[in-house]
């Protein structure tokens, strides 16, 4: 134990900085997931016919191997940052556009024929009631997301990206259980925070109604 200290103190520039990259490319990957996925669950939703084919596009991607799709993008994209959050981005689709067509296709039918009849636009429908009901199950797809980007990110060591994999890298190559750990327990840390964050924010947003 006193070795991992030691490690901590010792590499403490070194661990600080790859943890700022890691926080960089989870929330920036997880950012830009939610911004395609969230719209695109919407729109399947009001579309069914094309629910199955564009979640079964991101389910493919899903199956492929975390190292092997790195491993594809860098001919194409070359090594960095860029390739990286791609892949990261990737990974963050499924578990949210997935989520979010399930919550707004699981709203009660009546509630929404109810503000129909109010004389609510199909906009305010989707503002005003679907998208708040849904949310519980939004926020789990997002949660889920964020923590498998958090756990992924550490493979973008092998495209040059940095990040807490490269702590972990360094230690494996040189037989450092020490410093593995100073950097597979900053991940295990990021992951549990950021899902902590997301649900004090999902508690905060869900309205009164459907809390428990």
Known sequence: MN???????????MIQDAFIEHIYLSFVAVAIGIAIALPTGVIIARYRRFAEPVIGVTAIFQTIPSLALFGFLVPILGIGSPTALIALIIYALLPILRNTYAGIVGVDGSTIEAGRGMGMTRTQILRQIELPLALPFIMAGVRTAT?????????????????LGDIIYRG?????????????????LLAIGFDLILKW???????????I
Not at 3 to 13: G, N, P, W, Y
Not at 172 to 188: D, E, I, K, T
Not at 201 to 211: H, M, N, Q, S
């Open 147 to 163: 923590v498998l980007t958090v756990g992924i990110a550490t493979l973008a060591t092998f495209v040059g990206a940095g990040g």
């Open 3 to 13: 070795a991992f200290f030691d490690t901590l103190i010792s590499r403490q520039d």
């Open 172 to 188: 494996l190559q040189s037989y450092n259980n020490s410093l593995v750990l100073a950097g597979a327990l900053p991940v295990a």
């Open 201 to 211: 924010i999902e508690k905060r947003a869900t309205p009164k109604g459907l809390k």
